[in-house]
């Protein structure tokens, strides 16, 4: 009896400390911890490689006096004559189209095979997400340099290296769009006797066409951006005449190829951008000025048609009513058959698309015709792929040894991680004000996203090439670049992951009378800090492969071996050092998937 009432009293005068005490605590994984150590030293390597590289304001101000005479050398800025600019320009746009294109048809099948609900098999799918991953990793400049070894002179080893590379990146967005579709069009299709073609362009096709516009859009302006470095390899275009002005020493011209390139740059973001608002009535993704200035256009117009229909029903108000009324039954009776829905009414949208998809065929056209693509190469190409492969292979480190190799690879991820670093702090400071939920007034955020789609605007290979000119050669000039570059990519996403938070624990902190930055550090960044962790993963992978690209033009690392090997005919060394960046590229890749799956 004395047993059975002494256990309610325990229970029943339990402190509030004991209660916490007994309650069950949250285990933390092992995996979680082991990603959390990982970060830790990633963060560790990331100062010491900044550290290494010795970037510090006294060295900056000590190399204004290149810069001044850099300047004076420049002198005024040339432009090439009119018919050669017109020309070149030309060649470029049709070669990066043309590639993209390429890439764009050869990612179709790549992305239906890597997609789980349309692959036969998982082995189906292992194999294309490897070609993806691989075409990803692999430089374009490194399949230009071996496409300039097989086909003669001109446009074609470009548009091969543009499209191969690209199909990395558009066929793993294709396949992630075909994953997230409704399935039941392509079930309906398939339980009346329908085949995988036509469950695919029937029932996929017409879901993820949206998408896959959206996404080669945006493909093509990045192609855009890097066929600059693909002249430093022979490639034709305005990228090969502004090296061949550099590297004459003729900064004069070569400023001004640069500023050609960049306003083509921005002009070709307007374009798609506009054509993807055009074809899709969405507002585009992109983050450059182009993309900025059609966005800020369609928000203007819609806060004037919205003003329009406030004005018209306030006015009349019973006539704005009836139209409603009778709209949604002329709709159903005008598609009331199958007769009915194949001969649609020609309206302003289905007009409008229409043109823009016969421009865009004029436009592919003129393409060809400007290339003039010597279509003879890919009949006896065939025969050149033996002993072009005999020196490529078997992969070697030539007279530079082992040693020098992983010393500059090691350089290149150096690199790559201190450009990281440095853009992440100012992507923090920059991306925070440039959030709709942080920044103090309206003023200082569009300051913020405006400073943001400048630095984006920018190809950091031209940068890297000023950069060079003015500190010298070395990791400097394109760590500095890459930092440049990495702060409007993501600051952007710093600025977005910090506007999707959920408001609730902004609002309890302000409740209480917590001050802007503690409700900043104690509800904002505590929620975005997983994504942002994957978007900075997501700029280390991208800045390894851009620092093994401006080690070609002199930044340093792993790419100046790569130019080096090409330009003296040491193929076998390239395939060395490439091996060596696919295997960084994929490390890298799977620490980033791991974080990701952990933190999510």
Not at 78 to 83: D, G, I, L, N, V
Not at 300 to 329: H, I, K, L, M
């Amino acid at each position: 009896m004395t047993a059975v009432t002494e256990r309610p009293v325990v229970r029943t005068h339990r402190s509030p400390e004991q209660a916490v005490a007994a309650a069950p605590r949250r285990r933390v994984s092992p995996e979680r911890v082991a990603a959390g150590l990982t970060l830790v030293v990633l963060a560790v390597l990331a100062c010491v490689a900044l550290a290494r590289i010795d970037i510090s304001v006294p060295n900056m101000i000590a190399s204004w006096s290149n810069a001044e005479h850099f300047f004076q050398r420049v002198g005024t800025v040339r432009f090439p004559a009119a018919a050669t600019l017109l020309q070149q320009t030309a060649l470029t746009v049709g070669l990066v189209l043309l590639g993209t294109l390429l890439a764009a048809v050869l990612s179709v099948p790549v992305a239906y095979l890597a997609a789980g609900n349309t692959s036969p098999g998982r082995g189906w799918i292992a194999a294309a997400r490897f070609v993806s991953v691989l075409t990803r990793a692999i430089p374009d400049v490194v399949l230009a340099m071996v496409f300039v070894l097989m086909f003669t002179i001109g446009p074609l080893p470009g548009i091969l290296a543009i499209g191969i590379h690209s199909i990395g990146m558009i066929s793993k967005l294709f396949a992630d769009a075909i994953e997230q579709i409704d399935e039941g069009p392509r079930t309906a299709i398939r339980a009346t006797g329908g085949n995988r073609l036509q469950q695919f362009t029937a029932g996929v096709l017409p879901q993820v066409l949206p998408s896959w516009v959206a996404t080669i859009l945006h493909r093509n302006d990045i192609n855009l951006r890097g066929s600059v470095i693909l002249g430093y390899v022979g490639i034709v275009g305005l990228g090969r005449e502004m090296s061949f002005a550099f590297k004459s020493l003729d900064y004069s011209l070569g400023i001004g190829y640069a500023i050609v390139i960049f306003a083509l740059c921005v002009l070709m973001e307007i374009v798609s951008s506009s054509v993807r608002a055009a074809m899709l009535g969405v507002a585009p993704a992109g983050r450059g000025i182009g993309a900025s200035a059609i966005r800020a256009g369609m928000r203007r117009r819609q806060a004037s048609g919205t003003r329009s229909q406030r004005n018209s029903a306030t006015a009349e108000p019973r006539a704005t009513a009836e139209p409603r009324a009778t709209a949604e039954p002329r709709a159903a009776a005008r598609f009331a058959t199958p007769d009915d829905a194949l001969r649609r009414p020609w309206t302003a949208a289905r007009v409008r698309t229409t043109v823009w998809s016969w421009v865009a065929v004029l436009v592919v056209i003129g393409s060809v015709v400007v290339c003039d693509i010597a279509w003879g190469d890919l009949a006896t190409v065939w025969g050149k792929i033996p002993p072009v492969a005999a020196q490529f292979w078997p992969p070697s480190f030539g007279s530079y040894g082992a040693g020098v190799m992983f010393s500059a690879m090691f350089d290149t991820v150096a690199i790559a991680l201190a450009a990281t670093l440095l853009a992440l702090v100012f992507s923090m400071v920059i991306g925070s004000f440039a959030a709709r939920n942080v920044a103090p007034t309206r003023g200082v955020r569009t300051g913020a996203r405006f400073l943001l789609v400048v630095v984006r605007g920018i190809p950091e290979t031209i940068l890297a090439v000023v950069l060079i000119v003015i500190t010298g050669l070395g990791a400097q000039a394109g760590t500095l670049a890459l930092a440049f570059g990495g702060i409007g990519l993501l600051g952007k996403l710093v600025a977005d992951s910090l506007e999707e938070v959920q408001p609730g624990p902004e609002r309890a902190l302000t409740a209480t009378g917590a001050t802007r930055f503690q409700r900043y550090a104690g509800a904002t960044v505590p929620q975005g800090i997983r994504a942002m962790i994957g978007h900075t993963f997501y700029l280390v992978d991208t800045n390894i492969r851009a620092a093994t690209i401006l080690g070609i033009v002199g930044g340093g690392g792993i790419g100046y071996y790569l130019l080096n090997a090409a330009q003296g005919s040491n193929y076998a060394s390239v395939t060395g050092i490439v091996l060596m960046i696919l295997v960084t590229v994929l490390v890298v890749e799977g620490i980033a998937m791991w974080m990701r799956r952990v933190f999510r």
